[in-house]
């Protein structure tokens, strides 16, 4: 074989190498810190009003506006997530679901974080999710920096006068949404 090709082959192949690795670091510390904050914390703050342009959805068209405003008069569920952060990925199916189950007593809205991953990137996932609920990329960061998200995935839980009831931090499931939902729609009744 030509030294030259070798060479340049062995460069490619180092270079493929160190992003991989970079890749897999970046996925162990997103899990790390994941691991790290896991659990349910309560919390008395006032939700506030932004607006997200969505991507497409089974229910939300590309470029649809959703306008989030206090007092609105029906709960919402926000999941901050971002695409390559393996918990915010695995609980989004659940997340869907109860959005179906609970669509007409109930608003759910998936915020993206821009950084690691680009609006590409969060298109691409949740096209190939076949995932309901809204879904859009906070493009500035303001959404994460108003809630103060720190932690992804994030999920916060708003009644109808705009207060947040509940903030979790960490991987959640269907169940564990119902059992933080009920009182919620039990208390809007």
């Given at each position: 074989m030509n030294p030259q090709l070798m060479k340049h082959n062995l460069f490619h192949q180092d270079r493929f190498v160190k992003f991989r690795s970079l890749n897999i670091l970046l996925t162990l510390?997103?899990?790390?810190?994941?691991?790290?904050?896991?659990?349910?914390?309560?919390?008395?703050?006032?939700?506030?009003?932004?607006?997200?342009?969505?991507?497409?959805?089974?229910?939300?068209?590309?470029?649809?506006?959703?306008i989030f405003t206090p007092n609105k008069n029906k709960p919402t569920i926000i999941n901050f997530w971002f695409p390559s952060c393996?918990?915010?990925?695995?609980?989004?199916?659940?997340?869907?679901?109860?959005?179906?189950?609970?669509?007409?007593?109930?608003?759910?809205?998936?915020?993206?974080?821009?950084?690691?991953?680009?609006?590409?990137?969060?298109?691409?996932?949740?096209?190939?999710?076949g995932f309901s609920y809204a879904i859009g990329a906070d493009l500035e960061s303001e959404i994460v920096i108003n809630y103060d998200v720190t932690l992804f995935p994030t999920t916060l839980f708003i009644d109808s006068n705009g207060k947040i009831i509940r903030s979790w931090q960490g991987i959640i499931?269907?169940?564990?949404?119902i059992e933080i939902i009920n009182p919620i729609l039990n208390m809007e009744n």
């Open positions: 510390f997103v899990f790390i810190i994941f691991l790290m904050t896991l659990g349910c914390s309560e919390v008395a703050d006032q939700s506030t009003k932004f607006d997200l342009n969505l991507y497409e959805t089974k229910d939300y068209k590309d470029g649809q506006k959703y393996p918990p915010c990925i695995s609980e989004m199916p659940d997340i869907d679901s109860v959005y179906l189950e609970y669509k007409n007593q109930i608003d759910v809205v998936g915020i993206q974080l821009i950084g690691i991953d680009s609006v590409s990137n969060g298109k691409k996932f949740v096209s190939e999710g499931s269907k169940e564990e949404i």
